[in-house]
């Protein structure tokens, strides 16, 4: 999904699940944002071969958040985190700032383990679940929904839940949601139709 901000053309997706290879994604972007699930499970050598292609597509920025699919990040994470090549920022309860733009992640994989507090300011808030109320089919995080709506970022980029996947919700009060996730319509194109 495609975000113009401060000067900036970005693409956020999610939930390519091993698919990322169909994944159209245009060439003239600045900011590349994956929101979680590029593999199907605990797989190292698709993550690797996910980094790879990741790599290989033009942005000056690259920001990964690991999903529930991306299992490694669970179940060893100091191994998960030597697998993320140079080139790609790691996000995982952390922030940054690059040319005036402001992102910060949680692991909500998809859920959090209590509540959480928010910094103001945030301009992209990545995680992999979705907050309770907001294009998550009643699947999302409440303890997310309520820091969100303390803090109100300006945008909310998460996935998991496919069948919302590639909507948009802009809230009155500030917060715009967009679910990215393309699993959906990855499985449903053929490898020919997707970028390389």
């Not at 091993?18 to 159209?24: D, H, I, S, T």
């Not at 994604?25 to 190292?44: K, N, R, Y």
């Not at 690259?62 to 299992?71: E, K, P, T, Y």
Request: glycine letters at 10%; one cysteine or more; aromatic letters at 12%.
């Amino acid at each position: 999904m495609l975000i113009n901000s401060k000067g900036h053309k970005i693409f956020a997706f999610a939930d390519p699940q091993g698919l990322y290879r169909r994944l159209q994604v245009p060439g003239d972007v600045d900011i590349l944002i994956c929101a979680g699930d590029a593999c199907e499970g605990f797989a190292p050598g698709e993550l690797r071969d996910f980094f790879a292609w990741y790599i290989s597509i033009p942005a000056k920025l690259r920001i990964f958040v690991a999903g529930n699919h991306d299992m490694v990040f669970d179940q060893q994470p100091e191994y998960a985190r030597s697998l993320v090549p140079d080139g790609v920022m790691l996000l995982e309860n952390d922030g940054l700032e690059f040319d005036g733009i402001s992102f910060h992640s949680v692991a909500a994989r998809p859920y959090l383990d209590g509540a959480i507090t928010l910094p103001d300011g945030i301009d992209f808030l990545i995680t992999h679940g979705p907050a309770y109320g907001h294009l998550d089919r009643g699947e999302g995080d409440r303890n997310l929904y309520l820091a969100i709506a303390k803090a109100r970022p300006k945008y909310h980029i998460f996935g998991h839940v496919h069948e919302e996947g590639l909507k948009r919700e802009a809230m009155l009060w500030g917060t715009t949601y967009l679910n990215v996730a393309y699993f959906n319509s990855l499985r449903y194109c053929s490898p020919s139709e997707g970028s390389s």
